[in-house]
């Protein structure tokens, strides 16, 4: 089954996302302009009305993330890989000798070079998603890269062997 997530901009304050659960539950983050981030709960017999707001500070965050995430953003792009034609997903290490090490994502020019995107980092157990052109990478990192076989193969050469 397929969850479909409503977002909502909330004008000077932030983004809101929201699920329905199986059970007809409504839940949902908002998540601030000033980075906060809060856990809501709805009630049930008025959804459109919050029964709770837990606030998260970013270590709350980040292990509730890890709680729900690591297996399911994997799962999920696994799923992507098998409803796309022609998209692959791979795993890809960034060895120890890698000219890369110490360096940044963008220093690698991935996507621009393969058309692949590099769309979330394993690191020691944690998952970061999304990381920005400033990452620097280590030794050990696993990378998730999206895009056409050839794209995908580019970017495990050009982290493997260096620009």
Same mark, same amino acid.
């Given at each position: ?30 998540? @601030? ?5 809060? @856990? ?23 292990? %509730? ?5 690591? *297996? %399911? ?25 890698? *000219? @890369? ?7 690698? +020019? ?5 058309? !692949? ?39 495990? +050469?050009?982290? !493997?062997?260096?620009?």
């Amino acid at each position: 089954m397929r969850v479909q997530v409503e977002q909502t901009t909330l004008p000077g304050i932030g983004v809101r996302h929201d699920l329905v659960t199986a059970k007809g539950r409504r839940i949902g983050v908002i998540s @601030f302009r000033s980075g906060r981030r809060d @856990f809501i709960s709805f009630d049930p017999e008025d959804p459109d009305s919050c029964r709770e707001s837990i606030e998260l500070n970013d270590d709350e965050a980040e292990a %509730l993330a890890d709680i729900l995430g690591a *297996s %399911l953003i994997l799962g999920q792009l696994a799923g992507i890989r098998e409803q796309a034609a022609g998209l692959r997903t791979e795993q890809i290490t960034i060895p120890a000798g890698s *000219s @890369f090490v110490g360096r940044t994502l963008g220093d690698t +020019q991935a996507r621009s070079r393969t058309g !692949a995107s590099i769309v979330a980092v394993l690191r020691e157990g944690t998952v970061l998603a999304s990381p920005d052109p400033q990452f620097v990478f280590e030794a050990g990192d696993v990378m998730v890269a999206v895009g056409t076989p050839q794209g995908v193969e580019a970017v495990a +050469q050009i982290l !493997a062997e260096g620009p």
